[in-house]
């Protein structure tokens, strides 16, 4: 009864501390988000697709699971985020019963507070449905918990059919079973990630890579990821940095918060007791602790490695699962400095001290920003004024526009683009029947073109401009979202 009733306050707690995120979140609607959402509500009205719409490495479970809870909530902002917030709480309770069964009391009650108090641009990732990322924790954590070989193989298989950032728990769980030559245990996990795997390469439709990633400065990819791992490390414990900070701040950000916790990065990689890793080699304790130590390795240098590849480098949501080996870490430690000096218990509390405000600062920074999907209903106004039923343009642009009208109906068909790339052929195709379409872009995007194109095709179908180009503009709001209207000049005769 006890554990039950600590178990309700946890998610109590939980759920309210990302109150301001659910209702105010930072990034509430770009492509990504609102794709996830528009294939959820396909599922929910009948339609299915085993890959995301013109990205055919990530699977669809999320909007399945969203899909189904649609059925019983209404379709609308923010209960569009609950199934989302729901798997990040599961993930979270699935992460502290294994983190239970190892971690002392003390070092525990740090770990809740961390996921407690966790940086708002970490929640915004947790509950905004666009990367998958609490369904592959959510797996991760069920295939080192599982007792079958099997089990753990069709874990991790159905993992890296969800989004192949699931190697962050593959590697290390393989790598444990070569260390300890377990090799009749690894034919069996090969065995039960058989299926999921097949389901996902058969499942996989061709798309078009030519549009390739814009070129950067070669010194760009050799500061800018040891400036995110930094910058993001410190964040996590509380320094308060925005979404747009961590990519950009230089690496005084590190600096700000290093007094407090370069101590503390030392000893993740020093002091942590090996010896004891050893002890628990074949024991819970020991896959665990094995696997959050090479998570904590691991996603750095993954993170660099595609960094350096030139492709998608700025981006830091690859480095987003790192907070689970961080905590675990930190939370070891600060609850055994709890229990010794003075020095290092008031260490410990001013570790917590920058979590909690940290937190707190973001979530009202939060209460005071504008909200992001007012640029997008301006335009949805705009465009039904002006009668137009399809768009064209990056996806970032159009996709906001076809959920927000797919919601209260009738929707406004997108033609969605990624450089050259078609996300969805079906879709633009129906556009490029339609005697006029808008052009979107954001400004503050790199393919935002100026001056407005003379001419644009849709699949074959040719349109001129129309009307001088609208931009849209709200205070306190980051983007201006550029509209042109086109109507078509020639239709090329393969697109009838």
């Given at each position: 009864?006890?554990?039950?009733?600590?178990?309700?306050?946890?998610?109590?707690?939980?759920?309210?501390?990302?109150?301001?995120?659910?209702?105010?979140?930072?990034?509430?609607?770009?492509?990504?988000?609102?794709?996830?959402?528009?294939?959820?509500?396909?599922?929910?009205?009948g339609g299915a697709s085993r890959y995301m719409w013109g990205q055919n490495y990530l699977g669809?479970?999320?909007?399945?699971?969203?899909?189904?809870?649609?059925?019983?909530?209404?379709?609308?902002?923010?209960?569009?985020?609950?199934?989302?917030?729901?798997?990040?709480?599961?993930?979270?309770?699935?992460?502290?019963?294994?983190?239970?069964?190892?971690?002392?009391?003390?070092?525990?009650?740090?770990?809740?507070?961390?996921?407690?108090?966790?940086?708002?641009?970490?929640?915004?990732?947790?509950?905004?449905?666009?990367?998958?990322?609490?369904?592959?924790?959510?797996l991760g954590f069920l295939a080192i918990a599982a007792l079958s070989p099997l089990a753990r193989?069709?874990?991790?298989?159905?993992?890296?059919?969800?989004?192949?950032?699931?190697?962050?728990?593959?590697?290390?769980?393989?790598?444990?079973?070569?260390?300890?030559?377990?090799?009749?245990?690894?034919?069996?996990?090969?065995?039960?990630?058989?299926?999921?795997?097949?389901?996902?390469?058969?499942?996989?439709?061709?798309?078009?890579?030519?549009?390739?990633?814009?070129?950067?400065?070669?010194?760009?990819?050799?500061?800018?990821?040891?400036?995110?791992?930094?910058?993001?490390?410190?964040?996590?414990?509380?320094?308060?940095?925005?979404?747009?900070?961590?990519?950009?701040?230089?690496?005084?950000?590190?600096?700000?918060?290093?007094?407090?916790?370069?101590?503390?990065?030392?000893?993740?990689?020093?002091?942590?007791?090996?010896?004891?890793?050893?002890?628990?080699?074949?024991?819970?304790?020991?896959?665990?602790?094995?696997?959050?130590?090479?998570?904590?390795?691991?996603?750095?240098?993954?993170?660099?490695?595609?960094?350096?590849?030139?492709?998608?480098?700025?981006?830091?949501?690859?480095?987003?699962?790192?907070?689970?080996?961080?905590?675990?870490?930190?939370?070891?430690?600060?609850?055994?400095?709890?229990?010794?000096?003075?020095?290092?218990?008031?260490?410990?509390?001013?570790?917590?001290?920058?979590?909690?405000?940290?937190?707190?600062?973001?979530?009202?920074?939060?209460?005071?920003?504008?909200?992001?999907?007012?640029?997008?209903?301006?335009?949805?106004?705009?465009?039904?004024?002006?009668?137009?039923?399809?768009?064209?343009?990056?996806?970032?642009?159009?996709?906001?526009?076809?959920?927000?009208?797919?919601?209260?109906?009738?929707?406004?068909?997108?033609?969605?683009?990624?450089?050259?790339?078609?996300?969805?052929?079906?879709?633009?195709?129906?556009?490029?029947?339609?005697?006029?379409?808008?052009?979107?872009?954001?400004?503050?995007?790199?393919?935002?073109?100026?001056?407005?194109?003379?001419?644009?095709?849709?699949?074959?179908?040719?349109?001129?401009?129309?009307?001088?180009?609208?931009?849209?503009?709200?205070?306190?709001?980051?983007?201006?979202?550029?509209?042109?209207?086109?109507?078509?000049?020639?239709?090329?005769?393969?697109?009838?």
């Amino acid at each position: 009864m006890k554990k039950t009733y600590w178990l309700l306050l946890f998610c109590l707690a939980w759920f309210f501390l990302r109150l301001p995120s659910l209702l105010f979140p930072q990034d509430e609607l770009n492509g990504d988000v609102s794709v996830h959402l528009l294939m959820a509500l396909d599922w929910f009205q009948g339609g299915a697709s085993r890959y995301m719409w013109g990205q055919n490495y990530l699977g669809t479970l999320e909007n399945l699971w969203g899909a189904l809870w649609f059925k019983v909530l209404p379709l609308k902002f923010p209960y569009l985020y609950l199934p989302t917030a729901l798997l990040a709480l599961l993930a979270d309770l699935l992460f502290l019963s294994l983190a239970s069964r190892v971690l002392p009391v003390r070092s525990l009650i740090f770990l809740i507070l961390f996921l407690l108090f966790a940086p708002h641009i970490l929640v915004d990732e947790q509950i905004l449905p666009a990367f998958s990322y609490s369904i592959v924790s959510i797996l991760g954590f069920l295939a080192i918990a599982a007792l079958s070989p099997l089990a753990r193989g069709f874990c991790l298989g159905l993992a890296f059919y969800v989004q192949p950032i699931s190697v962050y728990f593959t590697v290390p769980l393989i790598f444990y079973e070569l260390l300890n030559k377990n090799w009749r245990r690894l034919g069996w996990i090969a065995l039960g990630a058989l299926p999921p795997l097949l389901f996902a390469y058969f499942s996989m439709t061709p798309i078009d890579e030519s549009a390739g990633a814009s070129e950067r400065p070669t010194q760009y990819y050799f500061y800018q990821p040891f400036r995110l791992i930094l910058s993001f490390f410190v964040m996590l414990f509380g320094y308060p940095v925005t979404k747009h900070e961590l990519t950009t701040t230089p690496s005084f950000i590190a600096l700000a918060g290093g007094f407090t916790l370069g101590g503390l990065f030392v000893i993740l990689f020093l002091a942590f007791p090996l010896k004891r890793i050893a002890q628990w080699s074949r024991g819970f304790g020991g896959l665990l602790t094995f696997v959050m130590l090479c998570q904590l390795i691991l996603i750095p240098v993954l993170f660099m490695i595609k960094s350096y590849s030139g492709f998608d480098g700025y981006t830091n949501r690859y480095l987003w699962l790192w907070h689970y080996p961080v905590y675990f870490f930190a939370g070891w430690i600060l609850g055994k400095w709890s229990q010794e000096g003075m020095g290092k218990r008031a260490y410990a509390l001013l570790i917590l001290l920058c979590l909690t405000a940290g937190s707190l600062w973001g979530k009202f920074q939060l209460l005071k920003s504008p909200n992001p999907n007012q640029i997008f209903r301006a335009a949805v106004d705009y465009l039904r004024d002006q009668r137009i039923s399809g768009v064209m343009g990056d996806y970032w642009a159009v996709y906001p526009i076809a959920l927000l009208t797919r919601l209260d109906g009738p929707m406004i068909l997108p033609a969605p683009l990624h450089g050259s790339i078609e996300r969805n052929r079906a879709w633009s195709e129906e556009v490029g029947q339609m005697p006029r379409v808008a052009y979107l872009c954001l400004k503050a995007e790199p393919w935002c073109e100026k001056p407005a194109p003379e001419e644009i095709e849709v699949l074959g179908s040719k349109f001129k401009p129309d009307l001088i180009g609208k931009t849209i503009s709200m205070p306190n709001q980051k983007e201006d979202l550029l509209i042109r209207i086109y109507s078509q000049s020639s239709v090329h005769p393969s697109s009838r």
